[in-house]
Nanobody
Framework: QVQLVESGGGLVQAGGSLRLSCAAS????????MGWFRQTPGKEREFVAA????????STADPVQGRFTISRDNAKNTVTLQMTSLKPEDTAVYYC??????????????????WGQGTQVTVSS
């Protein structure tokens, strides 16, 4: 069982930065692929970034490539999404998610079983 709690969302001006954190409970954290997704009203949940169990492999969506960076600290059971050069179109609720132990990095939300409650990110123009 993995429980996830996101933090760090808020209101920022375009061009600014935010750092989202996801705190995970559970003994298996270092064995779980972790991902960040985002969702706006009326739209499907969208992949943002994912990181492998030991942090050696990452995957980042094209719209945020070069601006967002995912990382993890297994000693602290946390995964972080550093967001820079934010744009109004980055406005969304951001969710942290975890796959079952032994699964590969994936961009598909249906591949993730554990989800946090989400944190709102609003970028003003």
């Amino acid at each position: 069982q993995v429980q996830l709690v996101e933090s760090g969302g808020g209101l920022v001006q375009a061009g600014g930065s935010l750092r989202l954190s996801c705190a995970a409970s559970g003994r298996s954290f270092s064995s779980n692929v972790m991902g960040w997704f985002r969702q706006t009203p009326g739209k499907e949940r969208e992949f943002v970034a994912a990181v492998s169990e030991q942090g050696t492999t990452t995957s980042t969506a094209d719209p945020v490539q070069g601006r967002f960076t995912i990382s993890r600290d297994n000693a602290k059971n946390t995964v972080t999404l550093q967001m820079t050069s934010l744009k109004p179109e980055d406005t969304a609720v951001y969710y942290c998610a975890a796959r079952f132990v032994g699964s590969a990095v994936s961009r598909h939300p249906l591949d993730y079983y554990y989800w946090g409650q989400g944190t709102q990110v609003t970028v003003s123009s």
